[in-house]
Each structure stands twice: as C-alpha cells, then as structure tokens.
C-alpha cells in the first residue's frame, strides 16, 4: 500500500492529467469523494462518479438537517450501485471521524460542524457497523434492506447526537 500524497501534490496532478477540462474545485470535489487517492478521482471525472457520490452526500446531509427520506434516499442507492455506496460510506464516515479529530482549513465547515457534533462512541459503532456490512453485501439477497438499515442506523446515530447536545 501507498499513502495517498499530499492535496497539493494531488491536486497539481490532476490539473495536469485533467488538461483543462474541470476547474479546481471539480478537481478538489473529486480528490475529497475519491477520498485523497488521486487515480480514484480521475475515475471519477471520467464518469458518473462525482455526481452519483455529490449525491450520497447531499442525501446524508439532508437526512441530517431532516430534510430527507431514508427510504426513498435507499431506492436511489440500491438502483445506483449498493456495493459503491457502502465502500464510499465507508471512507465518508472515516473522513467525517478525521475531520473531528482534526479539522483543516480545507474540510468543507458543513462536514467539519456534522462531524463535531457527533459523541464519540456512537460515532465508532455507527463506523464498525458499516464495516461489519461490508463482506455482506456482495451476497445479500437484498442489498436495499441493508442500505436503509444503515440510513436508520445514521438516523438514530444523529437522534443520539442531539440528544447528547441537549443534556451538556
């Protein structure tokens, strides 16, 4: 395994193997939902990558200021690509833990305030539990029961959150 370079040596890359076809902040969204891996980004640039994964994260956020359906966000997912989104969860979740230990000027303010406000311990199970889901997937019979079972899991992991928040 190599560690992932650094964002500014990444970034660089990508202006230069992109040629002028996406400005920055594409160049930047891509490298954060390829979650540093550089190789990862292009992929994405190349398809339907970003959008698909900009929209994962937009459905994670609006279920976290109430705005969105588990249900239907889990139908949306399921016929996208179930087994993509667990392995994007997977590394979301761990992004959002990093931003919480250690927030930079480049982690986006919405991620870095959601990633604070969530206690610690049932931040860890929430990340153990999609996990544990991931050697699953691949042969569940219905892969969209496990996807809403960890949309309800982030559901309750918020619920928890802001009723932490209240009791300080």
Same mark, same amino acid.
């Given at each position: 395994?190599?560690?992932?370079?650094? &964002?500014?040596?990444?970034?660089?890359?990508?202006? !230069?193997?992109? =040629?002028? !076809?996406?400005?920055? /902040?594409?160049?930047?969204?891509?490298? @954060?939902?390829?979650? =540093?891996?550089?190789?990862?980004?292009?992929?994405?640039?190349?398809? /339907?990558?970003? $959008?698909?994964? %900009?929209?994962? %994260?937009?459905?994670?956020?609006?279920?976290?200021? =109430? &705005?969105?359906?588990? /249900?239907?966000?889990?139908?949306?997912?399921?016929?996208? @690509?179930?087994?993509?989104?667990?392995?994007?969860? #997977?590394?979301?979740?761990?992004?959002?833990?990093?931003?919480?230990?250690?927030?930079?000027?480049?982690?986006?303010?919405?991620?870095? %305030?959601?990633?604070?406000?969530?206690?610690?311990?049932?931040?860890? &199970? #929430?990340?153990?539990?999609?996990?544990?889901?991931?050697? !699953?997937?691949?042969?569940?019979?219905?892969? !969209?029961?496990?996807?809403? %079972?960890?949309?309800?899991?982030?559901? $309750?992991?918020?619920? &928890?959150?802001?009723?932490?928040?209240?009791?300080?």
């Amino acid at each position: 395994r190599l560690p992932a370079p650094s &964002r500014d040596v990444a970034l660089d890359w990508l202006r !230069k193997t992109a =040629g002028g !076809k996406h400005d920055d /902040a594409t160049l930047g969204a891509a490298l @954060d939902h390829a979650f =540093g891996a550089p190789l990862k980004a292009v992929e994405l640039l190349e398809g /339907a990558g970003l $959008a698909q994964r %900009s929209d994962w %994260s937009r459905g994670l956020l609006d279920l976290a200021t =109430g &705005r969105g359906e588990p /249900a239907v966000l889990a139908a949306a997912i399921n016929e996208a @690509d179930p087994v993509g989104w667990l392995q994007w969860l #997977y590394g979301w979740n761990n992004r959002l833990l990093h931003m919480r230990i250690a927030p930079t000027p480049e982690h986006d303010p919405t991620l870095v %305030s959601l990633a604070q406000r969530l206690p610690a311990d049932l931040f860890d &199970r #929430y990340i153990a539990e999609v996990q544990a889901t991931l050697p !699953k997937v691949h042969g569940a019979a219905d892969k !969209k029961l496990l996807v809403e %079972s960890l949309l309800i899991g982030w559901l $309750a992991l918020l619920a &928890r959150a802001g009723r932490a928040a209240q009791n300080q």
